[in-house]
């Protein structure tokens, strides 16, 4: 992994995303042309975000795959057209966005192969993009890659799903490669409408119109970015609901927030879709971003806005988030932040910030 190594130290610092432009909570589409600039450069033009923190990003696909595929990778009625359309997709724009690192080669006169010089792994498929193998110089994935989607999701730091619809209107997702997963789960979801798939979601309008025009619009339109985004009080990247249960580490992600010893981060995931009308189907990628509060904290207009955004949650979203029992404990914190740095501020401004009279 020598070479793996050194491009590692070469890798650009991970983009940064802070949704809090308008300081309200909101569950709404709020789709973005994408390509849109929110400040990352060249990076809000790509799908496939690389950076310096890939090889932590891959290391827990592989520890997921290997604790149990079938619990972070599903498929369900994935049309072989649909396949072949987003393996051919994903394969050219890591070509294009990323040539430093994958190459594209003919292997014999019926495959071709991706090599992949981070994972130094080289993926050999046919020309119907069948995956038939790996060639690598390091250890191999264990379990063997299952199949094209597989193994491409796991040269990159996003997680994968594709919606599919059929040509009388039903949709339903038809695969999820999901290993960095935020207290939901591959196995719960897979094969579910768009409606039933977002029914917990609290605050979201998804009634059955309303669902079926989000996936007119992401399999015929776009492409598009978004981005949602919660507190968390660790930085772990899976948060699968149901916990390893042999992991040397047996990790639970719903700890209280303690003002004492602080540690709150917001989770942030940049959403991709990309629209595959012929094939009557949208990739969706979902990219994971940390960022610690403390430095939100310390910025005097992103603090305001989380305070702002958090007081606009509804008791149904702040369950939903997992923040119901700890709001008030973190609003206090964070207005303990504005006073400190603006000693002059109202005490009574900031009480009245943190119960929002």
Request: hydrophobic share 35%; aromatic share 10%.
């Amino acid at each position: 992994m020598s070479e793996a190594k050194d491009y590692g130290s070469t890798l650009q610092q991970p983009a940064n995303y802070v949704p809090l432009q308008t300081g309200k909570y909101d569950v709404g589409p709020a789709l973005n042309a994408f390509g849109q600039d929110f400040g990352n450069g060249d990076a809000d033009q790509k799908i496939f975000q690389i950076d310096n923190r890939f090889f932590e990003y891959r290391q827990i696909k592989l520890n997921a795959r290997r604790e149990r595929l079938s619990k972070y990778y599903r498929t369900h009625m994935l049309p072989a057209d649909v396949l072949y359309s987003i393996a051919h997709f994903i394969i050219e724009r890591l070509t294009l966005e990323h040539p430093d690192y994958f190459s594209l080669k003919s292997h014999s006169d019926q495959e071709i192969a991706l090599e992949c010089k981070l994972t130094e792994e080289t993926l050999v498929f046919d020309k119907q993009l069948h995956f038939l193998g790996t060639s690598t110089t390091s250890r191999s994935p264990r379990p063997d890659y299952h199949d094209a989607l597989d193994a491409l999701a796991c040269q990159v730091q996003e997680d994968f799903a594709i919606v599919c619809k059929s040509a009388f209107g039903r949709d339903w997702l038809g695969a999820i490669h999901l290993c960095m997963a935020n207290r939901w789960s591959a196995e719960d979801k897979i094969g579910q409408p768009f409606q039933q798939v977002h029914k917990p979601v609290a605050g979201m309008q998804n009634d059955t119109r309303t669902a079926a025009a989000m996936v007119d619009a992401i399999v015929n339109k776009g492409p598009y970015v978004r981005f949602a985004w919660g507190l968390t009080t660790d930085s772990h990247l899976n948060h699968h609901p149901r916990v390893q249960v042999n992991h040397a580490v047996n990790r639970r992600h719903d700890r209280r927030f303690e003002p004492q010893s602080p540690r709150l981060f917001m989770r942030t995931e940049r959403q991709t879709l990309w629209p595959f009308p012929e094939q009557r189907a949208s990739l969706f990628t979902i990219r994971t971003y940390h960022k610690d509060c403390e430095e939100i904290r310390a910025n005097a207009r992103l603090n305001s806005l989380l305070i702002s955004a958090i007081n606009s949650m509804t008791e149904q979203q702040l369950h939903y988030k997992g923040l119901g029992r700890d709001r008030d404990r973190i609003l206090a914190w964070l207005v303990r932040g504005e006073l400190e740095s603006a000693p002059s501020r109202d005490l009574s401004n900031a009480i009245s910030r943190i119960l929002n009279t």
